[in-house]
């Protein structure tokens, strides 16, 4: 069974750093690329970066601002988001989430839920 | 990467068939045969319903389908049934390794 799990959220003060991380199992976690997602309270869905298998190829959404770090470990079978610079307008629940078919997130871990506030 | 335009909402009875539209460019929707749609209950995790356009994964009812039109997809819940109501996101990939996702529908089953 495919699983994801991601971890590492909590409250930050603005300004701050903060790392997630996603632990993959029940698949070949080092032949897929990956994403991370974030869910702001109450508002949509917003992809915010994405990672080759081989850690390679790894982009961000523009409104990142560079502030923002994807990388992998393929060993660990795991994920991460190395987040700096934190804004209130950062604070979302965090998903990491499989690339599959079609260029599809087809499997996705529960989230976890980051809060910038002094 | 300007998001996906979705209605906030829509509603239908239950057995009814609803259908949710999302316009995006020919920088996305119009570009790619890349086109998901996830369905999201309040406090829980996303759930892809559609992908490459049309197709369903494994477990998803075909009451669900999908479409697409130019830069604009659509998907249609036919026999609405209570378990329905949720958010509905539609998702393109738009080159490049970058995605963008709709603003996000409220399917109401009255």
């Known amino acids: 069974e495919v699983q994801l799990v991601d971890s590492g959220g909590g409250l930050i003060q603005p300004g701050g750093s903060l790392r997630l991380s996603c632990a993959a199992s029940g698949f070949s976690f080092s032949t897929f690329y990956m994403t991370w997602v974030r869910q702001a309270p109450g508002k949509g869905l917003e992809w915010i970066s994405f990672?080759?298998?081989?850690?390679?190829?790894?982009y961000y959404a523009d409104s990142l601002k560079g502030r923002f770090t994807i990388s992998r470990d393929n060993a660990k079978n795991s994920l991460y988001l190395q987040m700096n610079s934190l804004r209130a307008e950062d604070t979302a629940v965090y998903y990491c989430?499989?690339?599959?078919?079609?260029?599809?997130?087809?499997?996705w871990g529960q989230g976890t839920l980051v809060t910038v506030s002094s | 990467q300007s998001a996906l335009t979705q209605p906030r909402s829509v509603s239908g009875s239950p057995g009814q068939s609803v259908t949710i539209s999302c316009t995006g460019t020919?920088?996305?929707?119009?570009?790619?045969?890349?086109v998901s749609w996830y369905q999201q209950h309040p406090g829980k995790v996303p759930r892809l319903m559609i992908y490459?356009?049309?197709k369903r994964p494994s477990g998803v009812p075909d009451r669900f389908s999908a479409s697409k039109s130019g830069i604009t997809a659509s998907l249609t819940i036919s026999g609405l049934q209570a378990e329905d109501e949720a958010d509905y996101y539609c998702?393109?990939?738009?080159?490049?390794?970058?995605?963008?996702f709709g603003g996000g529908t409220r399917v109401t089953v009255l």
């Open positions: 990672i080759s298998d081989t850690s390679d190829i790894k």
């Open positions: 998702c393109s990939y738009a080159g490049t390794y970058t995605w963008v």
């Open positions: 989430a499989r690339v599959g078919g079609g260029n599809s997130l087809d499997y």
């Open positions: 020919s920088s996305d929707v119009g570009g790619y045969y890349y």
């Open positions: 490459d356009v049309t």
